[in-house]
């Protein structure tokens, strides 16, 4: 769907078509679900997230400035929904191993997954700021625009965070003997 049509959806929506707004969620729950996922680092809790950030946005659609994109605003809400959560509990706990597919040969497998283990503990060692660009900008593939647009900064403001992000992470990494 093009942000046209996300516009037209969205003025259904505030127009009464109840029906409108669960094309929007079809349409973005997996990205929202996959961010939440990222900063808390717990599926359960992902999947509650998800579902607060669209009932947070269908109650605001008001708000909603149709000049900017509907995918920045749902990742706006979902960000700080997932950071609030985040924030109030404090509690990393293990990594839910879960997630990650075993495919491979047990060694191969086991090998990714403590590599991924450390990358995950060292992405969580971040500040906010730089652990939310790395994930919109690794996990949710959006370009550095995009990333602005969502935590409504400076496309440079982005690209900065990116850099002294991924050399805290190098940093982390090579101390944790993983590079």
Same mark, same amino acid.
């Given at each position: 769907? %093009?942000?046209?049509?996300?516009?037209?959806?969205? %003025?259904?929506?505030?127009?009464?078509?109840?029906?409108? =707004?669960?094309?929007?969620?079809?349409?973005?729950?997996?990205?929202?679900? $996959?961010?939440?996922?990222?900063?808390?680092? %717990?599926?359960?809790?992902? +999947?509650?997230?998800?579902?607060?950030?669209?009932?947070?946005?269908?109650? *605001?659609?008001?708000?909603?400035?149709?000049?900017?994109?509907?995918?920045?605003?749902?990742?706006?809400?979902?960000?700080?929904?997932?950071?609030? =959560?985040? *924030?109030?509990?404090?509690? =990393?706990?293990?990594?839910?191993?879960?997630?990650?597919?075993?495919?491979?040969?047990?060694?191969?497998?086991?090998?990714?997954? &403590?590599? $991924?283990?450390?990358?995950?503990?060292?992405?969580? +060692?971040?500040?906010?700021?730089?652990?939310?660009?790395?994930?919109?900008?690794?996990?949710? $593939?959006?370009?550095?625009?995009?990333?602005?647009?969502?935590?409504?900064?400076?496309?440079?403001?982005?690209?900065?965070?990116?850099?002294?992000?991924? &050399?805290?992470?190098?940093?982390?990494?090579?101390?944790?003997?993983?590079?």
């Amino acid at each position: 769907m %093009s942000t046209d049509e996300d516009r037209e959806l969205v %003025s259904a929506c505030l127009e009464g078509e109840w029906s409108a =707004f669960g094309k929007i969620v079809d349409k973005y729950q997996k990205p929202i679900f $996959n961010i939440a996922l990222r900063i808390t680092n %717990s599926w359960d809790d992902a +999947q509650d997230i998800a579902q607060t950030a669209f009932i947070k946005a269908y109650e *605001n659609l008001g708000e909603y400035d149709a000049n900017r994109k509907l995918f920045s605003w749902l990742y706006r809400i979902a960000v700080n929904e997932a950071l609030n =959560f985040r *924030n109030s509990r404090k509690d =990393f706990g293990e990594l839910n191993e879960t997630l990650h597919s075993s495919e491979k040969s047990p060694d191969e497998t086991t090998y990714e997954l &403590q590599r $991924n283990q450390s990358i995950e503990q060292a992405i969580l +060692q971040l500040s906010d700021d730089y652990r939310v660009a790395v994930v919109l900008r690794h996990f949710q $593939n959006l370009s550095y625009q995009e990333i602005g647009d969502v935590l409504h900064i400076p496309e440079k403001t982005v690209k900065s965070r990116l850099f002294t992000a991924r &050399q805290l992470l190098k940093a982390l990494l090579v101390k944790a003997d993983v590079l």
